[in-house]
């Protein structure tokens, strides 16, 4: 950077010597204010010092510069915390952002790394590639971490699960074959679950009382109350109580408005039914007196057929009185 600097002072004395240098000169100034894309004059807030062709180059108290790097050049940057990968060093000339060891994805210091790089495990601030004894790697943490339990498949401690093995529940970072009390099995989740037991509100009014969705016209009753569902329970938590009764009851009878023209009503159709009985009950005995007269008709005719034929067969033999004995007639 510095003999970068060194050449643009060179430049701006050598082009001072010829004719059309300042034309030359803010040429070249607005080349590198389009590159860079920092002002002339320092409005970036954490700079002191700057120059339109390499950005910050001392930076306020408590700020870092750090070096961003654009296609070939650098350009300076003041922050007040540096970007991952790099860690903050203070001196009291200035403070700058350094990069952190090719192993750790962020650092707190050159010796001390707070995240790796994949491929690579933190233990006690190094990143390696293999685990003391032990410990096991975590891709997930990308760190070495203690052996999980027997009944675990994953952990993040020697004493909390996060997962357990098959068959088994997980409650608080241990695995269970059978959940507490007041827990109950979750198969979907694999994980002991509270039980939720039913609530149930306060008991509404009793309903007057009524008979058959009426409330008058009758002198023993039914009445009604009810509650609604607060909570419904879990598969095994406890279930709900009766959420409606039922009790008998007495009033004193009275007539509904408009009984007589009910009762009217039922009257007329009482005399329809039994004039239709009565009608029915005529064309009954009607229908059986004409089977009787066609069954007597009947009987009449035979008779009579049966006296023909016994006429007929009569006058036959008085038709032929003749005997064999006697002779021709001389």
Known sequence: MQLQLISFVLIILHCMEYTGCQQHSSSRHRQHKQISGVSSGCQQG?????????????????????????GMKQIGVCMTSCPPGFYGMRSPDRNTCTKCRPECDSCFNKNFCTRCRAGFYLHLGKCQESCPEGL??????????????????????SETCTLCQPGLYLLMGRCHHVCPEDYEL?????????????????????????????????????????RQVLQYPSPFGKPCPEISE????????????????????????????????????????????????????????????????????????????????DGPAQ
């Open 136 to 157: 096991v790697r975590s891709d997930v943490q990308r760190e070495c971490v203690p052996k999980c339990p027997a009944d675990c498949d994953s952990c993040v401690n």
């Open 246 to 325: 039922i009790k008998d009851c007495l009033v004193k009878r009275r007539k509904c408005p408009g009984g007589r023209r009910k009762d009217r009503g039922r009257g007329e159709r009482r005399n329809r039914n039994n004039r239709r009985d009565k009608e029915n009950q005529e064309g009954r005995r009607e229908r059986k007196r004409d089977r009787e007269r066609e069954r007597d008709t009947g009987e009449r005719e035979d008779s009579e057929n049966r006296n023909k034929t016994e006429h007929r067969h009569r006058r036959g033999q008085d038709r032929d009185p003749v005997s064999p004995e």
């Open 186 to 226: 979750n198969d979907k989740l694999m994980e002991c679950t509270p039980q939720v037991h039913c609530e149930v509100g306060e008991w509404s009014e009793w309903s007057p009382c009524s008979r058959s969705g009426r409330i008058c016209g009758f002198k023993r009753g039914q009445e009604t109350r009810t």
């Open 46 to 70: 954490g700079c002191l010092t700057c120059s339109d062709y390499n950005g910050c180059l001392s930076c306020k108290p408590r700020f870092f510069i750090h070096l961003e790097r654009i």
